[in-house]
């Protein structure tokens, strides 16, 4: 193939079995030798596959993002519902309502505890 380098056996071949140590991967890049490289000197990335803990942190982080989404979606829905006008005054009534029930409940055991009054 054209353009292909290969380095020679001899060079690397003390180092076959040797350990050099771990490395977490969180990415595997899919680049082409073939391809014009990119101004920083990498060869051109046809593909970057995410692997591993940061896959996991990804997917975590893509959830959360559609979860949030949701809920302002429903929380925006729950504004507008409670803008409208028929709603304020469901609102009023059940509330003012129950207040004016709660007074009048009360006057009655004061009226009753007090006779005098």
């Known amino acids: ?17 040797h350990y050099f140590g771990d490395e977490t991967v969180t990415n595997l890049d899919l ?3 073939l391809k014009k490289k990119q ?3 990498y060869y ?3 593909c970057t596959v995410t692997v591993g803990k940061k896959l996991k942190a990804d997917s975590i982080k893509n959830a959360l993002r ?5 809920l302002l979606s429903k929380l925006n829905q729950i504004k507008e519902l409670l803008a409208t006008p ?10 003012f309502g129950a ?5 009048k409940n ?12």
Do not use: W
């Open 106 to 117: 009360n006057q009655d055991v004061v009226d009753s505890s007090f006779p005098h009054l």
């Open 66 to 70: 559609t979860e949030s989404m949701a």
């Open 1 to 17: 193939m054209k353009g292909l380098k290969k380095i020679d056996p001899s060079l690397y071949e003390d180092f076959k079995n």
């Open 99 to 103: 207040i004016s029930s709660c007074s």
């Open 86 to 95: 028929q709603t304020r005054a469901n609102i009023y009534r059940e509330v």
């Open 31 to 33: 680049c082409s030798m």
């Open 39 to 41: 101004p920083n000197g």
């Open 44 to 46: 051109h990335c046809e």
